[in-house]
């Protein structure tokens, strides 16, 4: 399985923490939103997606890179958070959005 980690890390680096210890697990790739290349994402069995919570949602970076990407059909992603409330941190804004590219989220 080829993995990448979309990982949008602020503050002190907690959500960035989670991410390079799942990339251990996975021999994955972490990069930013900004660094995303979206050509080669089909290059990928897995993406994970993740973030702070900010407001109740990921971080908007996170969002609209999702929001630019292209529709994809069945491939696999999996959604991740990092933050101080765990009441707050909803993930449906973005698992619709993955869901409405075409991801099993």
Same mark, same amino acid.
């Given at each position: 399985?080829?993995?990448?980690?979309?990982?949008?890390?602020?503050?002190?680096?907690?959500?960035?923490?989670?991410?390079?210890?799942?990339?251990g697990v996975?021999?994955?790739?972490?990069?930013?939103?900004?660094?995303?290349?979206?050509?080669?994402?089909?290059?990928?069995?897995?993406?994970?997606? =993740?973030?702070?919570?900010?407001?109740? *949602? &990921? @971080? /908007?970076?996170?969002? #609209? %890179?999702?929001?630019?990407?292209?529709? $994809?059909?069945?491939?696999?992603?999996?959604?991740?958070?990092? =933050?101080?409330?765990?009441?707050?941190? *909803? &993930? @449906? /804004?973005?698992?619709? #959005? %993955?869901?409405?590219?075409?991801?099993? $989220?």
């Open positions: 399985m080829k993995a990448l980690i979309i990982c949008q890390s602020t503050w002190n680096g907690n959500t960035a923490k989670v991410a390079q210890a799942m990339a996975w021999a994955a790739q972490v990069v930013s939103p900004s660094q995303v290349d979206a050509a080669t994402l089909g290059e990928f069995d897995l993406i994970a997606f =993740g973030s702070g919570i900010f407001f109740g *949602k &990921h @971080h /908007l970076n996170l969002l #609209k %890179l999702v929001d630019a990407l292209a529709p $994809v059909k069945g491939r696999k992603a999996v959604i991740f958070s990092t =933050g101080g409330n765990p009441a707050v941190a *909803k &993930h @449906h /804004l973005l698992g619709e #959005k %993955l869901e409405a590219k075409g991801f099993l $989220v």
